[in-house]
């Protein structure tokens, strides 16, 4: 009996590893959609997709079957999408869009098992790619679009079934054959019915792309190189503009290059000559009403390999290195960086950029090395230096700034816990006190129910020259000067949801979601008290009728003009709160909406705010959104003002190759009307031409300067 037992036992667990493998078969397939080379039906077929939205319960009733492979050189991935109709949406035409809107295939693979970051690959049923990165933040995890792989990918409309076809370069991978686990995750995303399926099952109030709930695939005879070494991206801008109020005209020519060399499947070094921001969408305007600056993403390829280890060194408000401060006063001259695995639980980044010397601003050498380490399955572990360094030719001067730290995160078996706790320190001529920061902060997480808790100090002269630290500097608007000052930052949070599986109208209810930060001084004193209140109700179709609270009791310590009429708010103690009630539609329409009202005070005045969103999807030829936000301000004796801000995005698709897209923002807080117009044609696979006209008016339609940029690249692999 006892050896019968072991026998079961023995070909059970035979039969799990069978699941979970990816075969090694040296044949190559026509990457076409139809699914009919043999290879194929040799296969073990993935299925048991699980429901994630807008139910997490039970298994889906549109089931969707997958099967691998690879031949060393590409992962070969097929997948059928058991639809109950021949009708499929999509949203858009255009490359790197969020697939959210439509019907889709997704796979995510985080090929080094260590669930801190991992590749987004995703088709929609007309067959348009998306890609990106996903990394660890904080508590959760985050997609970024910005990052490119040259892979194949079709989607066959098959009847009722929707048939996709998947080929991905091993060598766009960052892999190590003596860690052949890759730890994926599928999920089909059916936008007629509002659903998204995964094949490991993971609940609602965890991220859909959340590594550590990816399946575990022993992947057999990884190749131990990559057979590509190099990838070439040479490309040329010429540039002209033309400054109407002092009709001066420029016209500037740049070539540029950028290079990827692979070290090892696991390792690889990048290199760049005069990168630029001609490439990337218009930054999309916002009406700040806060005291301190925002931020915004970074796009250029140089920094995207391996982004989540430089810009995950910190936390919310208090990042060390944010590479959008590189070349940011000064255009780059060159740069390198190396960057990947050096062992299965070892991961490095070591990056150094030059730029010049130009309109009085001094060159410098920027430097950063990155390691990160998996200590065990509970804890991981990152320390870091950042370099800042003007440089005269070849030699280093003595104006530096330089910042050090490590981190330490924890996550637990069951995955309801996370622990992070920071230290960092910063460096310069001539300065050694209250230059440290740290923070501590945990968070709970289970279906239902989350909370958090974190608490952060920054000594006023933790500098971060290549960083983004707003809440240090204060701006003082009655004496024109900025005041640097540390601070202490206490924060928690609850949310309770409830779900409601057997309501024919409600989905469910999130009755409590409340945050407050507390900040202090220097001197320990209370500067501010957040609070943040909010509720929702979401239907079956998961549109959304909510409320938020918003109320803030403030030290003022500096003058404050936020109405920039020259009129301050002179330093004393304020309290206000605002309300605001809004609905959102469902998001499985052609035509979308959103809209809210807010009505409330504001430090000595009142304020009302108004903001909607239009959506409406001439699917699949073209995408037309308007957003529109209102701030009416009134401080009485000190003014009052109304900003609006409008942005309008219209594109059109001629196909998945051609795009023309035309951005309007309208933004009287930065007296500026903008109007941005770009043709885009991907020619080749991530080699494009872009044609792009820019005209800026102030708020009263009066044009300040216009420009056109043509812009063109090639990608060789070698």
């Known amino acids: 009996m006892k050896k019968t037992l072991a026998v079961i036992c023995i070909l059970f667990l035979s039969n799990i590893y069978a699941q979970s493998s990816i075969k090694f078969i040296n044949t190559d397939i026509k990457v076409d959609g139809k699914i009919n080379e043999d290879v194929w039906s040799n296969l073990k077929e993935y299925t048991g997709f699980y429901n994630y939205l807008p139910t997490d319960i039970g298994l889906a009733k549109n089931q969707t079957s997958v099967k691998l492979f690879h031949n060393k050189e590409y992962l070969f991935v097929s997948a059928v999408y058991n639809d109950t109709t021949k009708k499929t949406v999509v949203s858009t035409l255009k490359r790197d869009v969020s697939i959210a809107f439509s019907d889709a295939f997704v796979m995510i693979l985080d090929t080094q098992n260590q669930e801190q970051n991992g590749y987004f690959f995703a088709v929609n049923s007309l067959g348009n790619q998306t890609d990106g990165l996903v990394a660890r933040v904080k508590d959760s995890y985050n997609l970024s679009f910005s990052w490119n792989a040259i892979w194949q990918s079709k989607a066959f409309l098959n009847g009722t079934k929707k048939q996709y076809e998947l080929a991905i370069p091993l060598k766009s991978l960052n892999f190590n054959s003596n860690n052949a686990t890759f730890g994926i995750q599928f999920y089909v995303r059916d936008i007629k019915n509002n659903s998204w399926t995964v094949l490991k099952n993971v609940k609602r109030n965890f991220a859909n792309l959340d590594l550590r709930f990816t399946e575990k695939f022993k992947v057999n005879n990884l190749p131990k190189k990559s ?109 390198l960086k190396l960057s990947g695995n050096i062992s299965p639980k070892t991961r490095i980044g070591i990056l150094n950029v030059q730029t010049g010397n130009e309109n009085g601003v001094a060159s410098h050498n920027f430097g950063t090395i990155v390691a990160e380490h998996q200590i065990s399955k509970n804890f991981v572990s990152t320390a870091y230096i950042i370099n800042k360094q003007e440089t005269d030719g070849f030699s280093f001067m003595n104006d530096f700034n330089r910042v050090t730290g490590i981190n330490l995160n924890y996550k637990s078996n069951n995955n309801k816990w996370i622990g992070l706790a920071n230290f960092g320190k910063s460096f310069n001529d001539g300065i050694s006190k209250d230059n440290s920061f740290y923070n501590v902060g945990v968070y709970y997480n289970k279906r239902g129910l989350e909370w958090n808790a974190s608490v952060k100090k920054l000594g006023k002269n933790y500098l971060t020259d290549v960083g983004f630290t707003p809440r240090l500097y204060n701006f003082d608007a009655i004496n024109n000067i900025v005041v640097r000052e540390g601070y202490t930052q206490t924060s928690a949070g609850v949310e309770y949801q409830k779900f409601y599986e057997n309501s024919t109208t409600i989905n469910s209810v999130r009755y409590l979601n409340y945050s407050n930060a507390i900040y202090f001084n220097e001197n320990g004193s209370k500067n501010q008290v957040s609070h943040f209140l909010n509720s929702a109700v979401f239907f079956k179709d998961l549109s959304a009728v909510y409320y938020v609270v918003n109320y803030d009791e403030i030290d003022l310590k500096y003058g404050f003009d936020p109405l920039g009429n020259g009129n301050a708010l002179v330093p004393g103690k304020y309290n206000f709160g605002i309300l605001k009630v809004g609905y959102n539609s469902a998001n499985n329409q052609k035509f979308r909406y959103r809209f809210n009202v807010q009505k409330g005070t504001y430090y000595t005045g009142k304020r009302t705010t108004a903001g909607a969103y239009l959506n409406y999807q001439l699917l699949p030829f073209a995408n037309l959104e308007l957003t529109y936000d209102v701030n009416k301000i009134d401080l009485h004796n000190l003014g009052k003002e109304t900003f609006h801000l409008t942005r309008f995005t219209g594109e059109v698709f001629f196909n998945n190759r051609l795009n023309w897209t035309t951005y309007i923002q309208y933004n009287t807080q930065r007296d500026n009307f903008n109007v941005n117009t770009r043709l885009q044609w991907e020619y080749k696979p991530l080699s494009y031409v872009y044609l792009v006209v820019t005209d800026n008016f102030n708020q009263h339609i009066k044009r300040q300067n216009w420009g056109v940029a043509f812009k063109m690249n090639y990608r060789f692999d070698f």
């Open 227 to 335: 057979n590509s070494k190099f990838t070439v991206i040479p490309s040329v801008t010429t540039n002209f503009e033309k400054n109407v109020q002092t009709n001066i005209e420029e016209t500037s020519f740049k070539p540029s290059l950028d290079v990827q060399y692979n070290l090892s499947s696991s390792l690889k070094l990048d290199a760049t000559i005069n990168p630029d921001f001609s490439q990337i969408d218009v930054d999309q305007q916002v009406t700040n009403l806060t005291r301190f600056a925002i931020n915004f993403p970074e796009r250029r390829n140089f920094f995207l390999e391996n982004a989540d280890l430089f810009s995950n060194l910190g936390v919310d408000g208090v990042n060390p290195f944010y590479s959008r401060r590189i070349g940011s006063n000064s255009d780059i001259k060159f740069g």
